[in-house]
């Protein structure tokens, strides 16, 4: 005779997502101390979600070219931190992810995102290295 495993479907709460000012201050810190003028950080929006199902503490979101064509918007980028997760850092550890997010900007802030691994071309991590001793230097 088969057996059949009920299984039950746990109830996950929705993400919730608010505006971040904290971050965006900080975004803006960044950016000012490090001298990276190429990032626009008034098309740079942060929010900071709540019940995000991801093993991510922090995540960047691009408007891509088309989405910037339809709506007649400008590029840009919206900064999530995972609250669980990202407030419980200290301030360095909050930086350095904020930096990475950053370093995910390209020079041309174009909307597009810069992946992880690109072929040919610096490793991301590199990138990500130099910002944060940078960082460290300047702090």
Known sequence: MPRFIRFSKKSHP???WIS???????INSLANKLHLDWLNTK??????????????IARIWGLSRIWQIALKEKPKYIIEVIAEKFDRLGEDEKNKVLL????HIPMNFSGSLVPHIRRGKRKFSSKVDI????YLRNR
Do not use: G
């Open 14 to 16: 929705q993400i919730i």
């Open 20 to 26: 971040a000012p904290d971050i965006k201050k900080r």
């Open 43 to 56: 098309n740079i929006y942060c929010v900071r979600s709540s019940y995000a199902n991801t093993r991510a």
């Open 100 to 103: 990475h997010e950053i370093a």
């Open 131 to 134: 910002l944060v001793a940078q």
